[in-house]
């Protein structure tokens, strides 16, 4: 499946942390598009390890992840406003 993660962590005292290990998390999983937003393609099986693993470090009342599922990438439209930097792109 296709995913987009949008992630939003509370600036607060253990926010920074948070917001470092959420990233790594992402990363290993994800191609990172900007700031907080990653995209990729994930297995089931995957996609429910990143879940476990995000669940460890999200606050849940404090922090904020959203995931947008699709079948494929293809049945997304991608429009770029501004500076073209498509990292998820297989021609150069």
Known sequence: MYIILIYDIMADEEGARVSRNIFKICKKYLTHIQKSV???????????KLKTELNNYIRQDKDSLIVFKSRSERWLEKEF????DDKTSNFF
Do not use: K, R, S
Not at 38 to 48: D, I, K, P, R, V
Not at 81 to 84: A, H, N, W
């Open 38 to 48: 990653f995209e990729g393609n994930l297995t089931q099986l995957n996609y429910l």
């Open 81 to 84: 406003l501004g500076i073209v």
